[in-house]
């Protein structure tokens, strides 16, 4: 495993991004283990990742399986879209009781880059919904005074190892 972030032992990695930015993707590159999702919970619960109805439990689900991994000084990503601020407030509130480290993946993706890789996706997530959570994206500076330790914009990753790209190519 390439490790591009660096991450530091039992660090929480959130990722920030519209649906569609390769979040997915990117966490794919570490150990499934680390991998919390609330697409799978949401699955798992209702045989359907878009069933926004389920989206209590499934986060019922990821909160054990942080509080799980972050008492054990375990990493874990947390491969949503998190681009609510209230919902980012909770990941850093659970990462200052374990005092464990936060960090942010910003995917900080051109609005037609986005809307173009969501099309080729096997769950199209509404045009409409893509680009609201695109208008929500915070900056780097705005994650940094939520209280992320260290921010990772995506497209420095891009800009910095040619082997995101062919990864993300697979």
């Not at 660096?6 to 929480?12: Q, R």
């Not at 209590?56 to 990493?75: C, F, G, M």
């Not at 939520?146 to 891009?158: D, R, Y």
């Amino acid at each position: 495993m390439d490790d591009l972030l660096n991450l530091p032992a039992g660090a929480l990695c959130a990722l920030v991004g519209p649906p569609g930015s390769g979040k997915s993707t990117f966490a794919a590159r570490y150990p499934d283990s680390w991998r919390v999702c609330l697409d799978v919970y949401r699955r798992l619960a209702t045989d359907s990742e878009a069933d926004q109805s389920a989206t209590p439990v499934a986060a019922e689900i990821q909160n054990l399986l942080l509080d799980a991994r972050l008492s054990r000084n375990l990493n874990v990503l947390v491969d949503s879209t998190n681009v609510l601020p209230h919902v980012r407030a909770g990941l850093l509130a659970r990462a200052r009781y374990w005092q464990r480290p936060a960090v942010a993946v910003l995917f900080d993706v051109p609005l037609s880059t986005v809307e173009a890789q969501n099309a080729g996706r096997d769950r199209v997530v509404p045009l409409h919904i893509v680009r609201e959570h695109h208008q929500l994206l915070p900056d780097a500076d705005q994650l940094h005074r939520e209280g992320f330790t260290a921010v990772h914009p995506v497209s420095e990753l891009l800009a910095n190892s040619g082997a995101l790209r062919r990864s993300a190519r697979r």
